[in-house]
Nanobody
């Protein structure tokens, strides 16, 4: 089992910045892809950004150029630096990791979510 703990959410004014962190712990063999998703009220959950173990990244068009995803493999941690925040970025942000066991079985894990509110 792998547990994910997110932190860094909060209330910020438009144009401000926040940095989200997600730490994975437990019986970790190999964490492959890591990512951030978000879900706004009344909307479906959507992918925000993903990063492979090797560091290749992908972003949703809506956050390209404003958000940066990064990871520290030694600390089993993924980050999301969010700059130039807009009210439409308001959502619950969820961390997601793909863990592969020693027998090469993949498992998907999700964090509990952290609220990000962008408002003046």
């Amino acid at each position: 089992q792998v547990q994910l703990v997110e932190s860094g959410g909060g209330l910020v004014q438009p144009g401000g910045s926040l940095r989200l962190s997600c730490v994975a712990s437990g019986s970790i063999f190999s964490i492959q892809n890591m990512g951030w998703h978000r879900q706004a009220p009344g909307k479906q959950r959507e992918v925000v950004a993903t990063i492979t173990r090797e560091g290749s990244t992908n972003y949703a068009d809506s956050v390209q150029g404003r958000f940066t995803i990064s990871r520290d493999n030694a600390k089993n941690t993924v980050y999301l630096q969010m700059n130039s925040l807009k009210p439409e970025d308001t959502a619950v942000y969820y961390c997601n990791v793909l863990h592969v066991t020693s027998s090469l079985r993949p498992y998907d894990y999700w964090g509990q979510g952290t609220q990000v509110t962008v408002s003046s």
